[in-house]
């Protein structure tokens, strides 16, 4: 036993170091990477990926948000002023695209013939995702992971290990059971139209240090940590990571990611974690059922690099069975539109060391417990220190005694907003853009 503990201690010691990048935004400059970052040897390839990955994240920082979210919110307006979401005149075959997103490529019958149309479509502060856009397609035929230092061609594993921009769809329903975590390279994208793929009963997701990447439409569930070991990164690199948590998706200093029509539950720690510098992210049109802790966007007060995390969260459908974190914020900036909730068992919204929360045309919907109406919960922090945050709610609907504790400056009159600074839609109109929320049944040929 004692010597298990000595060399658990040795390891973490290993890992925690940190390093010193030049600073073009954030006052602090040290990225840390310690145990979450679940490398045991963080080699000179991985140090350069990393200080890539920072400097590709701190020019992905936009220094407007507001610019972001006003145009996000113009965009939802201009949909449904146009008329075409209405149910009226609609034949029970007809394609409802409720939301922008969607409008872009969802009712198109002939998806599966220009699938790449996809990559112009996503919104937010994720909205020059492009994955795999630039790449051939690869096709996954193969469900199996069984030799993840030289997995097989024809595997998730492999396609998602490549180099080049690479556009990953399924030639069939599978069920992948990845044995570790599946580490994704840069410019991919994961599209599961067309088939039913599950990410189930074994590892997750895992984007580090990696930038471009779309991950639409597939199912991640019941994912469990992995005891960690040599695992292939790159065709150019096997790198030595320590156990995993059990995350659906964890993004781990990376920019420029959008995840789009993904059902989850149930997984062992986070649905979605992104953390250190993490930024330019958008989580459009998932949905997401029983578990814990939701989303988690930063990991801890302490690490301020963080700060220029900025995030999207539209269109999604907190579900029955989530408890708390949907999200949960640290530092940065978080965009939090349109999203229908249900019945949380703690909190919805949270956070810690002020970060900006702009919460708009949600829709909140208490449980019968007395004591969880709040939408809100602030950690950490006595309300003379919170009350200086900024989480602003504009518009939101509120039902069963549900109520957003509100704090720090009113928004902005901006440039970009003036005088039309209620253009995002109101909660009532959550049902219906979340209405086809999750991964979706698409069939070649007919709309999504
Ligand atoms: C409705 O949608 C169709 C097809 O996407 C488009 O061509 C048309 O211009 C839209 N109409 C309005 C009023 O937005
Ligand atoms: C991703 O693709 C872009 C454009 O093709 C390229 O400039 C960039 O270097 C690629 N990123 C990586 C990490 O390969
Ligand atoms: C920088 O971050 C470290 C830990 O991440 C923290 O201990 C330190 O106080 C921070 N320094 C400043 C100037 O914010």
Known sequence: ?????????????????????????????????????????????????????????????????????????????DLLLGGNVTRRNLKKSDCMATNPIDRCWRCDPNWAKDRKKLARCARGFG??????????????TDPSDDDIQNPRPGTLRHAAIQ?????????????????EELLITSNKTIDGRGAEVHIA??????????????????RIHHIYPGSGGM????????????????????????????????????CSDGLI???????????SSCKFNNHNDVILLGASDGHSEDAIMQVTVAFNRFGKGLVQRMPRCRWGFFHIVNNDYAQWQMYAIGGSAHPTIISQGNRFKAAKNQFTK???????????????????????????????????????????????????????????????????????????
Not at 127 to 140: D, E, I, L, S
Not at 165 to 177: A, D, K, S, T
Not at 245 to 250: A, F, H, K, M, P
Request: aromatic share 12%; charged share 20%; hydrophobic share 40%.
């Open 374 to 448: 709040e939408v809100t919960k602030r950690d950490y922090a006595e309300e003379s220190e919170w009350s200086k945050w900024q989480w602003r709610s504009e518009g939101d609907v509120f039902l069963n005694g549900a109520y957003f504790v509100e704090s720090g400056a009113p928004l902005h009159e901006t440039p970009f907003n003036g005088k039309n600074k209620l253009q995002f839609k109101p909660g009532s109109y959550a049902g219906r853009l979340t209405r086809y929320a999750g991964a979706l049944k698409c069939k070649a040929s007919q709309p999504c």
């Open 273 to 283: 974690d992104a953390i250190m510098a993490s930024t330019a992210i958008t989580i």
């Open 201 to 218: 009963y074994g590892g997750g997701l895992t984007l580090q240090f990696v930038q471009n990447v779309i991950i639409h439409n597939i």
């Open 1 to 77: 036993m004692a010597a298990f503990v000595t060399n658990c201690v040795s390891v973490i010691f290993m890992v925690s170091f940190v390093f010193t990048i030049i600073p073009c935004l954030v006052a602090n400059t040290t990225i840390t990477i310690d145990k979450d970052a679940h490398i045991a040897d963080f080699d000179e390839f991985l140090q350069k990926r990393a200080e890539k990955a920072l400097q590709s994240s701190l020019s992905a920082y936009n220094p407007h948000p507001e610019e972001v979210t006003d145009n996000f919110n113009k965009q939802v307006g």
């Open 127 to 140: 909205r020059y995702t492009t994955g795999g856009m630039a790449g051939n397609y690869y096709v996954v």
């Open 231 to 266: 695992i292939r990164d790159s065709v150019f690199h096997i790198g030595l990571r320590t156990k995993s948590d059990g995350d659906g998706i964890s993004i781990f200093g990376s920019n420029h990611i959008w995840i789009d029509h993904v059902s989850m539950s149930k």
């Open 163 to 179: 180099e080049e921009p690479l556009w990953i769809i399924f030639e069939r329903n599978m069920v992948i059971r990845l044995s």
